[in-house]
């Protein structure tokens, strides 16, 4: 059921694509901690306590990547089989070796997908995460689709994205750091193509109202969203109906 797949455009090595993350999966979490002064963890635990009860006993995680989210959730709930995907085997590799190391190996599984064509049959998990990824899927409105297909009655999707953050009056500061200093800091690791990318996709992400609609258009019952540190990020929240 979970076979691996692999898009066109994770062929071509696009920007955001599974190859672009391939070239960075080694130095991916260090510099998650250092670009986000450590927020991304914090960010995480907030979308894992969001799965709330009855605690869901199949998570789906997309766009997995090194496997943080599906680890966490794997640690947090005893019960829960975890399903991490990811087009990008090298992140995934990443990903195996973390949850072998931390003895989650049996309960959590990594397969090779693109969020746009999941390998799974219609109402299989109780609940879907996915956090930093949707900003890569070109086609939003489909992966969002697929998330809900695969959704049972009353399952529950969270998305955590980077956003641009406005109106507050730390925004600004914010807006500095993507933009001059997170390419500067990619470069020194040599990956500057990749981290000018990011500062790229988080501002062409669309404002949280609008991909708000989008989850509700997908058929989802109930969205609404948080925004975390003064916006910079936010935290979707999108239940399947009965
Ligand atoms: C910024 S990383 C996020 C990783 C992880 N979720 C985390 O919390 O750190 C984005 C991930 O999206 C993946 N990705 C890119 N295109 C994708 C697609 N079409 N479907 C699913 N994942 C995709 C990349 O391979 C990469 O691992």
């Given at each position: 059921m979970w076979g691996a797949m692999q898009s066109d455009r994770t062929a071509r090595g696009a920007d955001g694509s599974g190859s672009m993350f391939d070239r960075?999966?080694?130095?991916?979490?260090?510099?998650?901690?250092?670009?986000?002064?450590?927020?991304?963890?914090r960010w995480r635990h907030r979308m894992?306590?969001?799965?709330g009860s009855p605690a869901p006993r199949?998570?789906?995680?997309?766009?997995t990547g090194t496997g943080d989210v599906a680890c966490l959730v794997a640690r947090r709930l005893a019960r829960a089989e975890v399903v991490g995907l990811d087009p990008?085997?090298?992140?995934?590799?990443?990903?195996?070796?973390?949850?072998?190391?931390?003895?989650l190996g049996d309960r959590v599984h990594f397969v090779g997908g693109d969020a746009e064509?999941?390998?799974?049959?219609?109402?299989?998990?109780?609940?879907?995460?996915?956090?930093?990824?949707i900003r890569n899927v070109p086609d939003r409105r489909r992966a969002v689709g697929e998330m809900r297909r695969v959704l049972r009655p009353r399952g529950r999707a969270l998305v955590l994205e980077l956003c641009e953050p406005q109106g507050h009056l730390?925004?600004?500061?914010?807006?500095?750091?993507?933009?001059?200093?997170?390419?500067?800091?990619?470069?020194?690791?040599?990956?500057a193509d990749a981290y000018a990318y990011l500062d790229r996709s988080i501002r062409a992400f669309p404002p949280a109202a609008v991909f708000a609609a989008t989850l509700r258009d997908a058929g989802f019952a109930a969205v609404r969203?948080?925004?975390?540190?003064f916006g910079a990020a936010a935290l979707f929240v999108a239940d399947a109906p009965a």
């Amino acid at each position: 059921m979970w076979g691996a797949m692999q898009s066109d455009r994770t062929a071509r090595g696009a920007d955001g694509s599974g190859s672009m993350f391939d070239r960075i999966a080694v130095r991916y979490d260090l510099m998650n901690r250092v670009l986000s002064l450590g927020s991304d963890v914090r960010w995480r635990h907030r979308m894992v306590a969001a799965l709330g009860s009855p605690a869901p006993r199949s998570v789906l995680d997309l766009a997995t990547g090194t496997g943080d989210v599906a680890c966490l959730v794997a640690r947090r709930l005893a019960r829960a089989e975890v399903v991490g995907l990811d087009p990008s085997e090298g992140m995934l590799a990443v990903a195996r070796q973390k949850a072998r190391v931390r003895g989650l190996g049996d309960r959590v599984h990594f397969v090779g997908g693109d969020a746009e064509a999941l390998p799974f049959e219609s109402a299989s998990f109780d609940a879907v995460t996915m956090a930093f990824g949707i900003r890569n899927v070109p086609d939003r409105r489909r992966a969002v689709g697929e998330m809900r297909r695969v959704l049972r009655p009353r399952g529950r999707a969270l998305v955590l994205e980077l956003c641009e953050p406005q109106g507050h009056l730390l925004s600004p500061l914010v807006r500095l750091w993507n933009r001059q200093v997170m390419p500067r800091l990619g470069a020194l690791v040599g990956a500057a193509d990749a981290y000018a990318y990011l500062d790229r996709s988080i501002r062409a992400f669309p404002p949280a109202a609008v991909f708000a609609a989008t989850l509700r258009d997908a058929g989802f019952a109930a969205v609404r969203f948080e925004r975390l540190s003064f916006g910079a990020a936010a935290l979707f929240v999108a239940d399947a109906p009965a």
